[in-house]
């Protein structure tokens, strides 16, 4: 509602200033909490991503992600279970959608991942690696083909040759 000014009314009963009232007392307040462990140091992480003195790689989270071997080693082992069962059974079941969307978000990751763990590795096993993960993308990239086609054949045919490629990427990483 305008006024005859052009000024908006308040709805009734909403108060001009929203926040503690002036006549409550300091007991009312909740208590002090220590810094909840997204913190660190007292500054929010959310912080870092605006620190314009941080490294590219640490403001978008890379170097934290990257940190722990143990952790991007069981992100590789939980996406290889995803395709071996979840993206299996789609393909079989020729939901298209969701094989393509299941195949496409575990393609982000182990190509994140595996890129990782072979940095770790001597001058031969990165090669080694770097080739096995090169193929296995070029099959996942087939198998993308064929859910796009909606082919069963050979959707089916390109998820064995993904499956034996990510074995082989994997197996080559140790």
Same mark, same amino acid.
């Given at each position: 509602m305008l006024t005859k000014q052009g000024r908006r009314k308040r709805a009734?009963?909403?108060?001009?200033?929203i926040g503690r009232p002036?006549?409550?007392?300091?007991?009312s307040l909740p208590?002090?909490?220590?810094? @909840?462990? +997204? #913190?660190?140091? =007292?500054? $929010?992480?959310?912080y870092e991503a605006r620190d314009l003195d941080l @490294?590219? +790689? #640490?403001?978008? =989270?890379? $170097?934290?992600?990257?940190?722990s071997l143990a952790a991007t080693k069981a992100r590789i082992a939980e996406a290889e279970r995803r395709v071996d069962g979840k993206l299996g059974g789609y393909v079989q079941k020729a939901y298209w959608?969701?094989?393509r969307e299941e195949l496409r978000g575990q393609l982000g990751t182990l190509r994140f991942d595996l890129n990782t763990v072979a940095?770790?590795?001597?001058?031969?096993?990165?090669?080694?690696?770097?080739?096995?993960?090169?193929?296995?993308?070029?099959?996942?990239?087939?198998?993308?083909?064929?859910?796009?086609?909606?082919?069963?054949?050979k959707a089916n045919a390109a998820l064995a040759t993904t499956q034996a490629a990510l074995d082989a990427a994997i197996a080559t990483l140790g």
């Open positions: 009734p009963g909403v108060r001009k200033w002036s006549h409550s007392s300091s007991s208590p002090s909490r220590p810094f @909840p462990p +997204s #913190t660190q140091n =007292g500054f $929010d992480i959310i @490294p590219q +790689s #640490t403001r978008d =989270g890379l $170097d934290q992600v990257r940190s959608t969701l094989a940095s770790s590795l001597s001058k031969d096993g990165k090669t080694a690696a770097t080739e096995a993960k090169n193929e296995f993308l070029a099959a996942a990239d087939k198998l993308d083909f064929a859910i796009r086609q909606k082919n069963s054949d």
